[in-house]
């Protein structure tokens, strides 16, 4: 099994119907879980793995955000410090009032 592109041509790939707008949370969220278990079906059917739960194992590393993903994320340092000095901030505000 070959898949590459985005959701929409993936979902389209699997004959996965979107149901509502492209970049809406709930729209998105739907069709990704629809990509994810045809690629499971697929992948049981065709003998890729040989148990419904070795799913996971053939997708870590592949898919961003499951198991240890070779994709790193170089911002996630700025975004914590952004988050702690707002956290901070709204913290002093609130206790000079």
Do not use: C
Not at 20 to 38: L, P
Not at 51 to 61: D, S
């Amino acid at each position: 099994m070959f898949l590459n592109g985005g959701l929409s041509k993936v979902a389209k790939e699997l004959n996965v119907q979107r149901i509502g707008t492209m970049h809406q949370a709930g729209s998105d969220s739907i069709v990704t879980s629809g990509v994810f278990f045809s690629m499971k079906k697929i992948l049981v059917s065709q003998n890729y793995v040989s148990e419904p739960h070795e799913v996971e194992m053939f997708f870590n590393r592949v898919l961003y955000g499951l198991g240890n993903s070779t994709n790193e994320d170089v911002y996630i340092e700025d975004y914590k410090a952004i988050v702690a000095s707002n956290s901070a901030n709204t913290t002093n505000s609130g206790s000079s009032s």
